[in-house]
């Protein structure tokens, strides 16, 4: 199953309208060939509707997309040759494992000896070798999984779309699976177009990661970029937890309650600008601060045990409430904090990010 | 530590007065049900039962199997029994032919359209059936509508027999079973979700196989369902042959009827209707083992 080509996709443009609401807003996507696209947004940001219409079940009212030099926007999905993980699977219910991981081949005509093999090659890539006479609803969720991850790449498309296919498993299965699905997209090397709605997931699986909202594309970028260099407010705020901070922005100097801010990257433009301040970022200071640490001061007015983490809420003394994640190891400053403390927090210059206020995410 | 020594020691706290209320609720449910439990056993149990008594009870008054060995003896009961399921048969099979396209089509409309729709399949049902039968012959007889239509617009030029026979029994009862038939298999229809077809198309099915392929094997349990209530139904069916078959077409409750009502031979009527209703269950059963009996009853998903 190794070899599979793969083929770039050029989204051009793509409108679709429902009344005056746009699901899609002419948007422009280019994903590289052969590599792990994720479009990542809130539910009714598009992108859900963007994935329809890359495998056809979504009809745009204007815009082009390509595979490869195809232009496809106008072939129905039967002729459009790329693989597809439903959101609850859709295996047949009345067909067996092999008969739902043979059925696309079968459809190709096949030769019987020929489908066989490759059902049972597809089988074992998914790890599920020995299946194939299991009927579909002796499968667990896990199980399922992979029979549709199966039957969606045993006709070697070049193109796989994915509509959130881990959602309904539970939480320790998923995490299992996002390592699994990206080791075979390793292997397999086709170009693999996600969805999904779960930050951690996206950051975890993908090479670049498309943020969408309001049927527009809010940024495109690796996932430390995304986290780390939000382009606007919506993704600052989408992605990882957020607090803004308002601060006063005049030519390179940024300040924040009178005193200047030691900021690593300044955005483009002079627009207003707010402080993203992350908690985990934050540092609880003990005595002097290192170098390139922006220092603020507050007290304690609450902690929140979560058990791996804690986090600290702690009112600035000018104002705003900001929260602080540590690890909860005995015997640390922050394990010792309680409630009422009078605490300096610290926040690296490489870690300061300004994003403008009215970014491109509000509408 | 202390709390768990506590309750070991008091085994089980509030366990008689948890029981009783629990059995209070039980006995409460089964007084609710009671009246339709008696009506039931009233109405349908011991009629029922004192019919098969009567069919065992031959005409010198004493225990018999006459009125059974008349109906193999008999060729005429024979035949009503091959037209009884000739009728039945027929009848399931038009209903599927222009059933099937019907439900399809309801399924595939929003829910609003589908619900008008829908409606117009349920109107005629609360029409009287008696109504909707003298209907059909008002319209079917020698000078009625269809007839003078058909002769106006030069499609036939004497008029056709359209009623008091089989072609008639058979336009009525497709009329009457229709909804009984259209329902189930809507259900079912509507319970396959949309993804099917689209995870067939998307594999490369084209619309003809990816309806064959996949759509259609997956509403065969609601097909089944509809098909048996209609053919069972049909079996004991009266009102409509007895008006639009003019009398060519006998099934077994209108000879129960003319045991009746002309040759006053209850024995006879009762033997006949043991029947039919061994043979109704026995389709029943046997359709069973073919497909889960909770889909026929309920609706088919």
Not at chain 2, 25 to 37: D, I, Q, T
Not at chain 2, 52 to 60: C, D, K, P, Q, T
Not at chain 2, 258 to 274: D, P
Request: a neutral charge; glycine letters at 10%.
């Amino acid at each position: 199953m190794t070899g599979t080509d793969s083929l770039p996709i050029s989204i051009a443009g793509i409108t679709k309208r429902y009344g005056e609401v746009y699901a899609l807003d002419h948007v422009d996507l280019e994903v590289r060939s052969g590599e792990f696209l994720t479009l990542l947004g809130p539910s009714g940001s598009g992108k859900t509707t963007l994935l329809m219409a890359l495998a056809g079940f979504t009809r745009p009212d204007s815009g082009s997309i390509r595979f490869g030099d195809r232009e496809i926007v106008l072939t129905p999905p039967h002729r459009r040759d790329v693989g597809m993980v439903f959101q609850n699977y859709a295996l047949f219910p009345h067909m067996s494992v092999a008969g739902n991981v043979g059925y696309p081949l079968r459809l190709r005509k096949v030769a019987k000896a020929e489908i066989a093999a490759r059902v049972g090659q597809a089988l074992e890539t998914v790890k599920l070798a020995g299946y194939g006479e299991r009927r579909v609803d002796q499968l667990s969720g896990g199980q399922k999984q992979r029979v549709a991850l199966a039957r969606a790449i045993v006709f070697r498309p070049r193109i796989l779309l994915m509509d959130e296919p881990l959602s309904a498993l539970d939480k320790q299965l998923r995490e299992h699976m996002q390592i699994e699905l990206r080791q075979l997209h390793e292997r397999l090397g086709m170009t693999t177009v996600y969805v999904t709605h779960d930050q951690r997931e996206a950051l975890t699986m993908s090479d670049r990661i498309a943020v969408i909202n309001h049927g527009r594309l809010m940024q495109l970028d690796a996932p430390r970029r995304i986290y780390d260099r939000p382009a606007n407010r919506f993704v600052a705020d989408f992605i990882g937890e957020s607090t803004f901070l308002d601060v006063e922005r005049d030519g390179d100097t940024v300040r924040f309650g009178g005193r200047g801010l030691d900021i690593a990257w300044m955005p483009e433009g002079d627009g207003a600008v707010q402080l993203l301040i992350r908690p985990e970022r934050l540092a609880l200071l003990t005595g002097d601060a290192p170098d390139g640490m922006n220092r603020f001061e507050g007290r304690v007015q609450a902690i929140v045990y979560q058990g791996d983490t804690a986090l600290a809420y702690v009112a600035l003394a000018d104002g705003p409430e900001v929260a602080l994640r540590a690890g909860t190891r005995t015997g640390t400053a922050f394990d010792r904090l309680s409630r009422g403390d009078t605490v300096t927090l610290g926040l690296h210059r490489d870690d300061a990010v300004l994003v403008p206020v009215d970014g491109a995410g509000e509408r | 530590m202390i709390a768990v020594e506590h309750a070991a020691a008091d085994t089980a706290p509030n366990a008689d007065e948890l029981h009783r209320q629990s059995d209070r609720e039980r006995w409460a449910m089964l007084g609710l049900a009671s009246p339709a439990v008696l009506t039931v056993l009233v109405i349908m149990v011991l009629p029922v039962g004192w019919l098969f008594y009567l069919s065992f009870i031959g005409e010198s008054g004493g225990f018999s199997l006459e009125n059974y060995g008349r109906m193999l003896e008999s060729k005429a009961y024979g035949r009503i029994f091959w037209t009884t399921f000739e009728v039945s048969f027929l009848t399931t099979g038009i209903c599927i032919l222009l059933g099937y396209p019907l439900a399809y089509f309801l399924a595939q409309l929003p829910r609003r359209a589908a619900a008008l729709c829908m409606l117009t399949v349920l109107l005629p049902f609360w029409t009287s059936l008696l109504v909707r039968t003298y209907a059909w012959l008002v319209l079917l007889q020698r000078k009625g509508l269809v007839n003078t239509w058909a002769i106006d617009l030069g499609l036939w030029d004497e008029p056709v027999a359209l009623v008091h026979n089989m072609t008639g029994t058979l336009i009525g009862m497709v009329h009457i079973m229709l909804p009984f038939l259209v329902l189930p298999l809507y259900g079912a229809m509507k319970a396959i979700s949309g993804d099917y077809v689209r995870a067939a198309a998307n594999l490369g099915a084209g619309p003809t196989a990816a309806f064959w392929g996949v759509f259609f094997p997956l509403s065969l349990p609601g097909l089944f369902a509809g098909a048996l209530i209609v053919f069972v139904l049909c079996l004991g069916f009266f009102v409509t042959p007895a008006v639009l078959g003019g009398g060519k077409v006998i099934m077994v409750s209108m000879q129960i009827t003319n045991n009746i009502e002309l040759f006053f031979n209850w024995g006879a009527a009762s033997a006949l209707g043991v029947v039919l209703l061994a043979i109704t269950l026995g389709i029943l059963l046997a359709a069973s083992r073919l497909l889960r009996l909770d889909a026929v009853l309920g609706g088919g998903h």
